[in-house]
């Protein structure tokens, strides 16, 4: 029953910056791992940031010093601020949960969202 409503995605030149939020319902989110991975086209999708639901992160180093995963446990929302956003950070963008890590089935995926950096 878990549901992952992505918004926040655009167009925006090299150097800008975007907010992508993620809202989550449905039983565990608030306490499950959650992340945002991003897919170009033709490649598998990959993870970009990780949060726990103690509040630890990690990051792909191509985003470390300019991308940051946080989550506000009473909106049950996790986000992901971009800076100094380039060309290559154009794909699109997916919400996670990943219910598997307690040890409760389900993987579960928001609708996606399309961020573009161009000039």
């Known amino acids: 029953q878990v549901r992952l409503v992505e918004s926040g995605g655009g167009l925006v030149t090299p150097g800008g910056s975007l907010r992508l939020s993620c809202a989550a319902s449905?039983?565990?989110?608030?306490?499950?791992?959650m992340g945002w991975y991003r897919q170009y086209p033709g490649k598998q999708r990959e993870l970009v940031a990780e949060?726990?639901?103690?509040?630890?992160?990690r990051y792909a180093d191509s985003v470390k010093d300019r991308f940051t995963i946080s989550r506000d446990s009473a909106k049950r929302t996790v986000y992901l601020q971009m800076n100094n956003l380039k060309p290559e950070d154009t794909a699109v963008y997916y919400c996670n949960a990943d219910l598997t890590r307690i040890g409760v089935n389900g993987n579960y995926w928001g609708q996606g969202t399309q961020i573009t950096v161009s000039s």
């Open positions: 449905g039983s565990y989110v608030g306490i499950a791992p």
């Open positions: 949060i726990t639901g103690g509040g630890r992160t």
